[in-house]
């Protein structure tokens, strides 16, 4: 039984670090590397062995369906190992770039206390266990965006969270109204329930449930908070938030709701597909006049959302596959991305690209990496964007809605746009720069790493590789109430 | 019937608060005000006419009970408020360190 240790590791080095942590950072920084790159073997290990089983933990020995269970899939799996990759490569980033802001075990604590809301949120089977693992990863968010102590930073990070408990009380309120029809909180027990609930309370719930997650996962009328709190923060945590938190909380939480436990109601899809365009084209609209890096860069997290969900919108298996691929690429190379802000900030002592120039004789590292991810956000053929936005592409001709597909082919166009000026100002510019900082090789170590996956996942979609990790996933979320249900049986 | 419309008023004057206020104190209370009414819900779905707690003891005959479960949420959910709010705070203590006012139009160095 490996589940409950996907809470209890995480959990538990936050709270050794802040014991025996003090003055000596060391022991946080390599305590925290330990307990990351444990659940990474633990998640691969778990996805690797597991192929389209369902495995349930039963806390307390509370039996189904009275008890809290976690709820471990091929979905789930997947998830944690996208978890795991990137906050192993943010704490090899974080060892330099957060040794001069504040006291480091404190950074390493909270961090590791968002790597367990995060866990917790995406094996759990249970709705308001879901809900305190939410509100656990959020609180360690809110903190850790305000970590810089500057005035812009608490501006963001009060933003964030007075957001961040709104969109919570609406969750809760959904989770009341939930319960009071279905009298339960299991997500195998409501999805039985919830075929006799009358059309309009699941009007009312499917929409608490959509504005509540929503706004966490920033599409685009709930998006204000979101270039505000992921620009400000440290470029680690940037990429921890833009990367996976947006999708755990957001993406992840709707996939389970709408088409595990409410079986996937054609009224939501098509505010699926509605969202996500206009997340898509509003979002690389708003990036596009950004001259702050970072800024830029959370805008665009804003759009390639908008593709996720567009994938999952059209509900088709095709969709699906195309949704749950962007998800893993999108977490690549939107952290690296941040992590080469964060190199050029470290560097330059600034991130206005205006300011910027010629950076490519001085960090050839960088500017090599940040190509990588600009050709893959955009969606140039050999890297892992490319597939993912094609399958979306094509699934959306497939599935008869040729318009959203061509909203898509523009929003790539205008994401192309925007990151060659990025490359032109930024890398390869004709001022001349100052150095003011240094990249250790730890941080190059972390981009080098996710530039190699950004080539080496687009392997993902060829036949023989796509069968044993695609797959297993998306016929997790086709299978729609059937899959969450099979754990009742036994 | 009634009771329920008056916490979905609640519920809407918290939300009210936090939209349209420019304190930053104020938001926190009408936070404040918005988990309060969501817990004053939840109880009141847990509530059965003419019930007892749901407590067995000797010498008590089993009738109608209300719902425990909603109870064990509400006091899970004021410990996260507390906490929730606790943050909310300290930002808003370090903002006024930092900018020498409460109100929100006054605290604006990012946009765009």
Excluded at chain 1, 162 to 180: D, E, K, P, Q
Aim: net charge neutral.
């Amino acid at each position: 039984m490996i589940i409950p240790y996907f809470i209890i590791i995480p959990l538990l080095a936050a709270f050794i670090i802040s014991l025996i942590a003090g003055d000596k950072d060391e022991w946080a920084v390599i305590l925290s590397t330990i307990a990351t790159s444990f659940l990474l073997i633990l998640s691969v290990f778990s996805f690797a062995t597991m192929q389209n089983e369902t495995i349930v933990y039963e806390m307390s020995a509370w039996k189904l369906p009275y008890g809290i269970v976690l709820v471990q899939d091929a979905l789930t799996s997947f998830m944690l190992i996208m978890v795991s990759l990137i906050s192993l490569t943010s704490i090899l980033f974080s060892v330099s770039y957060i040794r001069n802001i504040s006291e480091d075990w404190k950074y390493y604590s909270l961090f590791m206390l968002l790597v367990a809301g995060m866990n917790g949120v995406i094996i759990t089977g249970d709705l308001f266990n879901m809900f305190v693992f939410v509100e656990i990863s959020l609180l360690a968010a809110y903190s850790l965006v305000a970590f810089g102590n500057r005035a812009e930073e608490f501006e963001a990070s009060f933003k964030y969270a007075v957001m961040g408990s709104v969109s919570s009380t609406l969750v809760l309120i959904g989770i009341a109204v939930t319960y009071s029809v279905t009298s339960t909180l299991t997500f195998a027990q409501i999805s039985i329930e919830f075929q006799n609930v009358d059309h309009d309370m699941k009007m009312w719930i499917g929409g608490l449930f959509l504005a509540g997650f929503g706004l966490k996962a920033a599409a685009i009328p709930f998006h204000a908070w979101l270039p505000d709190a992921h620009s400000s923060a440290p470029a680690p945590i940037s990429s921890m938030l833009s990367g996976v938190l947006i999708k755990i909380l957001g993406v992840y939480a709707l996939i389970r709701l709408f088409f595990n436990v409410f079986n996937a109601p054609d009224f939501f899809l098509t505010l699926f597909l509605l969202l996500g365009s206009v997340s898509m084209i509003f979002g690389v609209f708003l990036a596009i006049g950004q001259w702050d890096m970072k800024r830029l860069l959370a805008y665009h997290s804003i759009s390639q959302m908008g593709y996720i969900l567009l994938g999952l919108g059209l509900g088709t298996p095709l969709g699906i596959l195309g949704g749950v691929f962007h998800l893993f690429n999108h977490a690549l190379f939107k952290s690296l991305l941040f992590y080469n802000a964060g190199a050029v900030e470290t560097v330059a002592g600034t991130r206005d690209l205006r300011k910027l120039g010629s950076l490519f004789k001085l960090i050839p590292i960088t500017s090599q990496t940040s190509m990588a991810a600009s050709l893959s956000i955009s969606g140039i053929p050999p890297f892992n964007g490319f597939f993912s936005k094609l399958i979306i592409i094509i699934a959306a001709v497939q599935a008869g809605q040729p318009v959203f597909a061509f909203i898509a082919v523009i929003g790539s166009i205008l994401t192309l746009a925007s990151f060659m000026k990025v490359q032109r100002y930024g890398f390869r510019g004709e001022k001349n720069v100052e150095i003011k900082g240094e990249i250790d090789w730890r941080m190059n170590l972390a981009m080098i790493t996710l530039a190699v996956l950004c080539l080496a996942s687009s392997l993902m979609i060829v036949p023989g590789i796509k069968e044993v990790t695609l797959d297993p996933v998306v016929s997790v979320i086709v299978g729609k109430v059937s899959s969450i249900q099979s754990i009742l049986g036994r | 019937m009634i009771v329920y419309i008056l916490c979905f008023a609640l519920i809407l004057i918290g939300l009210y608060g936090v939209l349209t206020k420019r304190d930053l104190i104020k938001i926190i209370l009408s936070l404040g005000i918005l988990g309060y009414s969501v817990h004053l819900l939840l109880i009141l779905i847990a509530y059965r006419k003419e019930s007892l707690y749901p407590i067995l003891s000797e010498g008590k005959k089993v009738v109608s009970m209300v719902d425990p479960l909603p109870q064990a949420l509400v006091l899970t959910s004021i410990v996260i408020e507390l906490g929730t709010t606790a943050v909310l705070v300290a930002l808003a203590i370090r903002l006024f360190e930092k900018y020498k006012t409460y109100d929100i139009t006054e605290i604006r160095r990012l946009h765009g």
